[in-house]
């Protein structure tokens, strides 16, 4: 299978960071990983990628500005354990994140890779932040899905979003 490199931007706890995100012809998406640190790369500037990338023969395919995954603004929320007032592409953002950092490390947490048929509660719920955000393929143009969140739903949500954040924490390591 042939595997493409590209640069991946995000921010979190107020600073820009890009790694380096793999997708793979009929595979799921991963995070590159360090083989001999056995963690995810981390940059404070694309051109670091770039030294890092050609030094250990990756073909990045595009170098352009990558655009921004706001995991603060899930922290935010998180932080505020707020009941209500989800952002859908936020918390998608970050949850899809996180499903591409349990395939690198092969994390079998079914709530967090909810997309697997083995995960019906989360399934269901991450269908519901996909829909929310009301993508323009997909949601009629005089219709927009609001979704109503029940207590189990949100309290789920921030399991798979704490989970996420603490194993990407775990499981990261800076370059420069």
Known sequence: MK?????LLYRLNNKNRYL???ITDGSED?????SKRDKVPIFSKLKSLKKYAEKNNIKIIDYSEPLLHDLDS???WLNNNSRSDIECEDILTAWNFFIDMANSFDLDNKE???YRSNAPKAYKIYTKVFYGNNL???TPDDKLYMPK???KELKLI?????YGFTEFKQRKIKIK
């Open 149 to 151: 969140w029940k207590k």
């Open 136 to 138: 323009a393929n997909i």
């Open 112 to 114: 967090l890779q909810a």
């Open 74 to 76: 899930v922290l935010i």
């Open 20 to 22: 380096i995100w793999e």
């Open 30 to 34: 991963t995070f590159f990983i360090d």
């Open 158 to 162: 921030r399991k798979v979003l704490l």
């Open 3 to 7: 595997k493409q490199y590209y640069p």
